[in-house]
């Protein structure tokens, strides 16, 4: 079964840490990236841009309403994504626990099913 380990980003949270502290985490995800692809698991991941950079496109009357930024006020944000192909729900969330922001305070990985995907497959 395929599951999503999003990585739920507190800007906060970011702030309070070293840069010692972003740099271990960083290379935390590299050896994470070489665990999950060593194990087979690894479908994908991707690292996505803040939402400051984002839009919502909402159609209103027939046309198109872009608003630039957040569609919520929240002060956590999908900061990005490891999609992994693994045998149980208990193996996924083993390998959220791997991942580096899984042990800072304020951060966390979200667990979540993939129930239907489309387009090319490895």
Do not use: W
């Amino acid at each position: 079964m395929k599951y999503m380990l999003i990585m739920q980003i507190n800007p906060v949270a970011l702030d309070a840490l070293t840069d010692e502290q972003r740099e271990e985490i960083m290379k935390g995800h590299g050896a994470f990236v070489d665990t999950i692809k060593a194990s087979g698991e690894m479908v994908e991941t991707h690292a996505l841009g803040i939402p400051a950079d984002s839009a919502v496109v909402r159609v209103r009357d027939g046309q198109p309403v872009v608003t630039d930024g957040p569609y919520l006020e929240a002060k956590e944000f999908m900061g990005g994504y490891y999609i992994v192909d693994c045998e149980t729900r208990e193996r996924a969330l083993e390998l959220a626990a791997l991942i580096p922001d899984a042990g800072v305070e304020g951060l966390g990985i979200e667990v979540r099913p993939i129930m239907f995907s489309s387009g090319p497959t490895d």
